[in-house]
């Protein structure tokens, strides 16, 4: 009913544009050219309409092609980017297990060696680099992409923040001149906080990659979208 009422209104308009445009006096000569100076401006009139129009045409196809090569550099920056991020968070998780299994057995509650603590402050860094890129790149992505983009960055980056804060949190437990209470505290967190993450993102290698791959699925087909074949 709805589209029956804007083709009659369209058809009203039409005819009532019809009536006036007819109602308007031209003269026959109107469009009689009475020299070759009336001509030649015609003429140039019409080059220059149609340059006009040309350099609208080329304005707009320049911006376009600038706007997609943009995009395909950040989209291609974004792809190494998380290869590398599914490495390392996977990676992280794996280390991070490991410590909280050693926290619930109290392993090293009395201390741990230099070496091991030289490790796992190393790893630590390694961890903290990757997701200050994810971040940086993330950021750039919101202000280019929208901010849907950014949603799925932060569901992305909550793996490593997770294990960057039950790793530090180990640093400070294995600490022996931390209070006992002070590391029952740490302790306690740092399993509360890894069992978030094995509810959300398993338990086994098989299970946490497969969130993994979940959660860079949307970014990935974003990144498709944008890379130019």
Same mark, same amino acid.
């Given at each position: ?7 009659? @209104?369209? +058809?009203? +308009?039409?005819?009532?544009? $019809? ?7 031209? !003269? ?6 009475? #020299?070759? =100076? ?6 140039? &009139?019409?080059?220059?309409?149609i340059a006009v129009l040309l350099a609208t045409a080329g304005i707009n196809a320049w911006r376009e092609q600038a706007v997609a090569? !943009? #995009? ?5 920056? /974004? ?20 410590? /909280? !299994? ?7 509650? $009395? ?5 091991? %603590? ?13 997701? &200050?890129?994810? =971040? ?7 202000? %280019? ?11 992305? !980056? ?23 209470? =002070? ?20 338990? @086994?290698?098989?299970? /946490? ?21």
């Amino acid at each position: 009913m709805k589209r029956d009422w804007v083709v009659w @209104t369209c +058809c009203i +308009c039409l005819f009532a544009a $019809g009536t006036i445009w007819g109602m308007v006096p031209i !003269s026959t000569d109107f469009f009689v050219v009475r #020299d070759i =100076h009336d001509l030649a401006e015609i003429i140039g &009139a019409i080059a220059t309409v149609i340059a006009v129009l040309l350099a609208t045409a080329g304005i707009n196809a320049w911006r376009e092609q600038a706007v997609a090569t !943009s #995009d395909h550099e950040l989209a291609r920056r /974004v792809a190494v980017t998380l290869q590398r991020y599914k490495f390392a968070s996977y990676r992280a998780w794996e280390f991070t297990d490991y410590l /909280v !299994s050693n926290m619930q057995l109290e392993i090293g509650k $009395g201390g741990v060696s230099d070496r091991f %603590l030289d490790e796992v402050k190393s790893q630590l860094r390694d961890l903290e680099i990757i997701n &200050a890129e994810v =971040h940086s790149i993330a950021l750039e992505c919101r202000a %280019l992409w929208g901010e849907t983009i950014w949603e799925d960055f932060q569901k992305v !980056s909550w793996l490593g923040t997770q294990c960057h804060e039950c790793i530090t949190l180990y640093l400070r437990w294995s600490r022996v001149d931390e209070a006992e209470k =002070h590391r029952a505290v740490y302790s306690n967190v740092a399993l509360q906080v890894f069992t978030e993450v094995r509810k959300f993102a398993g338990r @086994t290698t098989k299970d /946490v990659n497969a969130y993994i791959d979940r959660v860079l699925g949307p970014i990935g087909l974003e990144i498709g979208k944008r890379l130019l074949r």
